[in-house]
């Protein structure tokens, strides 16, 4: 079955970045695009951007250009999402979600469980 | 300010029909598909609908999706406490050239 786990909750300072981990199983890595999706305390949820495992390309939202870092590492069916320059709106959960189908327009099927971003001085 | 326009609440009572709207653009819903998410509090959004009115496998037939020019809709008949979430709408955006989420509904069962 489809699992995504991800890494666990960070606190950082404003100005600094913060690394989050999802490692998949349970499908061939490769196949499906993955999203990362935030949601801040009592809000809705945010789309960031979209990373492509097989060759690594990505699209981001136009909000997190320059900001925002997505990448993969195929031996450990793992992506990452980095996030730089932190200020206190960027505490949220952020979510790794994987497409359903196995096509570029499809939208997220499949979540990991979230990992928490706290920013604070 | 949301892309995507969901009303901020909903409710009804066990074994009614209740309907959630999401109203957005001919650059988005007018174009493209449409999904829906549960969230049960304080856990990850769970896939209801997808292209607009597509089932996963294991979401029960008490939820159906529909597609109306710009606007979309997320029917729940036989309402059941479980259902008691926040509910929310996705599409891709051409214009912004991504994704976007309604606001959300939160869904409580009377």
């Known amino acids: 079955q489809v699992q995504l786990v991800q890494s666990g909750a960070e606190v950082k300072k404003p100005g600094a970045s913060v690394k989050v981990s999802c490692k998949a199983s349970?499908?061939?890595?490769?196949?499906?695009?993955m999203h990362w999706v935030r949601q801040a305390p009592e809000q809705g949820l945010e789309w960031m951007g979209i990373?492509?495992?097989?060759?690594?390309?990505?699209s981001y939202a136009q909000k997190f250009q320059g900001r925002v870092t997505m990448s993969r590492d195929t031996s450990t069916s793992t992506v990452y999402m980095e996030l730089s320059s932190l200020r206190s709106e960027d505490t949220a959960v952020y979510y790794c979600?994987?497409?359903?189908?196995?096509?570029?327009?499809?939208?997220?099927?499949?979540w990991g469980q979230g990992t928490l971003v706290t920013v604070s001085s | 300010q949301s892309v995507l326009t969901q009303p901020p609440s909903a409710s009804g009572t066990p074994g009614q029909r209740v309907t959630i709207s999401c109203s957005g653009s001919?650059?988005?819903?007018?174009?493209?598909?449409v999904y829906w998410y549960q969230q049960l509090p304080g856990t990850a959004p769970k896939l209801l609908i997808y292209?607009?009115?597509q089932r996963p496998s294991g979401v029960p037939d008490r939820f159906s999706g529909s597609k109306s020019g710009a606007s979309a809709s997320l029917a729940i008949s036989g309402l059941r406490s479980e259902d008691e979430a926040d509910y929310y709408c996705?599409?891709?955006?051409?214009?912004?050239?991504?994704?976007?989420f309604g606001g959300g509904t939160k869904l409580t069962v009377l």
């Open positions: 979600a994987r497409g359903l189908i196995a096509v570029a327009g499809s939208f997220a099927g499949y």
């Open positions: 349970g499908y061939t890595f490769t196949s499906y695009y």
């Open positions: 990373i492509n495992p097989s060759g690594g390309s990505t």
């Open positions: 001919s650059s988005n819903i007018g174009s493209n598909y």
């Open positions: 292209r607009s009115n």
């Open positions: 996705a599409a891709w955006d051409d214009s912004l050239s991504g994704w976007v």
